[in-house]
């Protein structure tokens, strides 16, 4: 129901742009999220985002330099990731939360999840 793209190899420093379309189920009335996963460690929070669109939370590692947004016309939210570092290598999971309330970072809160896009930075 949920499907992350946009992944692939970029230089540091370098950007790229992460797209996560819902099927099958509305999710405009969920709080969405990114997750990131890099090998042998735990996933890990990396953007929210309100089911409205006005409110959103970032890592610390990645505030500043990456963006989420959504559109709920068209079902989909994106991550723009600018100022890319090795260390941002993973693979990034979408998820959707029916938590109403301020974006969440605990992965708990979350319900659906993509079946992720892999990152991977070179320095």
């Known amino acids: 129901q949920l499907q992350a793209s946009g992944g692939g190899l970029e230089q540091a420093g370098g950007s790229l742009r992460l797209s996560c379309a819902a099927s099958?189920?509305?999710?405009?009335?969920?709080?969405m999220g990114w997750f990131r996963q890099a090998p042998g460690k735990e996933r890990e929070f990396v953007a929210a985002i309100s089911w409205s669109g006005s409110r959103t939370t970032y890592a610390d590692s990645v505030k500043g330099r990456f963006t989420i947004s959504r559109d709920n016309a068209e079902n989909t939210v994106a991550l723009q990731m600018n100022s890319l570092k090795p260390e941002d290598t993973a693979v990034y999971y979408c998820a959707a939360s029916p938590y109403q309330g301020p974006p969440q970072s605990d992965l708990l809160m979350y319900r659906y999840w993509g079946q992720g896009t892999l990152v991977t930075v070179s320095s």
């Open positions: 099958g189920r509305t999710f405009s009335s969920y709080a």
